[in-house]
């Protein structure tokens, strides 16, 4: 085994489903009377369910009662998986996960969306059994809380400084920093490479395909 | 009248529609059996339809036929007017204009759509009867080209030197240097406030409503 492992966000980082989750937000948060302008839900995307609606709510300018909250995260994941029933890799996501199994680079997935969400994309990915995957389920707080980071390393058995994170988000790369971990960001989510470096990112690719072809980047010894 | 004049874009600018363009053109495009990552179609919206299909297949890396780059821009057209009914103008948008008129300042609105698909947003907009209104259907060439302000501003009868041209997309600004106009940015779109300045914007504001209440930044006589 090498040194080094990577851990990787799911949505808008190994599957194509960040737009989706973004139209699924806006239409719960519609049903529940709220306007807010797409953009900003886009922008907070990746973080827990829960912080989102309650930075939504700040945006907006005021306060939401506790059920309006549970209501919402209800909604998103009810709407999101009923208009998803299909979910596409990014592209160079599974021959990503393919060399770094054969090069025994150790590798985890650890995502912000509780585990009946995260299903249909962990399935796309056509994961091997044993694959560390560390959801909401298994922590009490999701990013921009290390938490994730922090469970997926130790089931790993590797210290947070050898850790690679590799999102698409600014939560990814605070949750990374906060790990201790090096931040790698993928534009693949919609956030601009600037937005990721101003945010720690110590190098952004395009996707899981540019990742791959430039991973020597990384000093893998592999 | 003043002396200067602001031409706006309309998707991304005015109303929150960005992101159903953006689904839109992922399904047209799936229809056609062709996969393109979600964040590439939104890099490009904004921009002429049949540009951005050539764009895309650019970066897919095979050339499209002629009728193909038709089907997928009907396509486009017909599933965006088909699942958006509503359209809802972005946080002060109907205000902005209406204190633009208040004040004498002239203003017009110039977008590289059809007119038909445009149609539902202008609307939402609710728009006096004489504003002036640049669709794809006006000129030859749309954005990034810089035909679509140069219409709009000869209608006004305003000099390119003394237009701002407002927009969310980094076209907008490409297509405003070419005019000979200064640009101001908008994040409503989904694009970052880097992504604008790169591309030219002399100022990047958040949404309309952010516009209006820094509108003194353009040292506009009002």
């Known amino acids: 085994m090498h040194d080094a492992a990577l851990v990787f966000d799911l949505d808008g980082t190994l599957v194509d489903t960040v737009y989706q989750h973004v139209m699924a937000w806006h239409e719960a948060l519609n049903d529940c009377g709220i306007e ?8 907070r995307i990746g973080m827990s369910g829960g912080l989102l609606v309650r930075a939504l709510a700040r945006e907006l300018g005021y306060g939401l009662e506790q059920t309006t909250i549970e209501r919402l995260q209800s909604e998103h994941g009810r709407i999101y998986r009923e ?45 091997p059994a044993e694959t560390v995957v560390i959801t909401h389920d298994e922590v009490e707080r999701a990013k ?3 938490d994730l980071f922090l469970a997926a390393a130790q089931k790993l058995d590797v210290a947070m400084k050898d850790t690679f994170v590799v999102g698409d988000s600014v939560w990814d790369m605070l949750s990374a920093q906060r790990a201790g971990a090096l931040g790698i960001g993928l534009l693949s989510g919609g956030y601009s490479l600037s937005e990721l470096v101003d945010a720690g990112a110590y190098r952004v690719y395009e996707d899981p395909a540019d990742l791959a072809a430039n991973l020597h980047e990384l000093g893998l010894r592999i």
């Not at 770094?100 to 590798?107: H, I, K, P, S, Y």
């Not at 995502?111 to 994961?127: D, E, F, K, P």
């Open 36 to 43: 807010l302008s797409i953009w900003r839900i886009h922008r």
């Open 83 to 127: 208009r998803n029933k299909t979910i596409v890799p990014l592209p160079g996501a599974k021959d990503l996960l393919e060399l770094l199994t054969r090069e025994n680079v150790q590798w985890a997935i650890a995502t912000s969306s509780h585990r009946n969400t995260a299903q249909t994309a962990l399935q796309a990915l056509g994961l």
């Open 144 to 146: 921009p809380n290390p």
